[in-house]
Nanobody, 128 residues
Framework: QVQLVESGGGLVQAGGSLRLSCAAS????????MGWFRQAPGKEREGVVC????????YYADTVKGRFTISRDNSKKTVYLQMNSLNAEDSAVYYC?????????????????????WGQGTQVTVSS
């Protein structure tokens, strides 16, 4: 497992952008497929996007497709989530997660139970 720490959350106006970062420690980061999840108050944790360990291919939930972009820099052991055109429905605590066994599902439907490593989360609030 890797240890993960998210940063970059905050308050932004609707239509604005934020970039989240997730820094990993440990020697196995490049072997992890990485995902971003989010959880709003009273709602279940929702998988947002996944990036594969092997070829860097990416898969997005329909709710964020075209607005969010995931990327990774294995040399820095960091995964990023660029979020554009934010709206109030994007407000949530965002978590990054990693797993060495996972290959990202092509339909973008992520399951929290598929990930072994989790960060503590970072709050994103979008004001309308």
């Amino acid at each position: 497992q890797v240890q993960l720490v998210e940063s970059g959350g905050g308050l932004v106006q609707a239509g604005g952008s934020l970039r989240l970062s997730c820094a990993a420690s440990g020697r196995t980061f490049s072997r992890n497929s990485m995902g971003w999840f989010r959880q709003a108050p009273g709602k279940e944790r929702e998988g947002v996007v996944c990036i594969n360990r092997s070829d860097g291919s990416t898969y997005y939930a329909d709710t964020v497709k075209g607005r969010f972009t995931i990327s990774r820099d294995n040399s820095k052991k960091t995964v990023y989530l660029q979020m554009n055109s934010l709206n109030a429905e994007d407000s949530a605590v965002y978590y990054c997660a990693g797993d060495v066994m996972l290959y990202c599902p092509p339909d973008g439907h992520l399951m929290a139970s598929d990930f072994a490593s989790w960060g503590q989360g970072t709050q994103v609030t979008v004001s309308s």
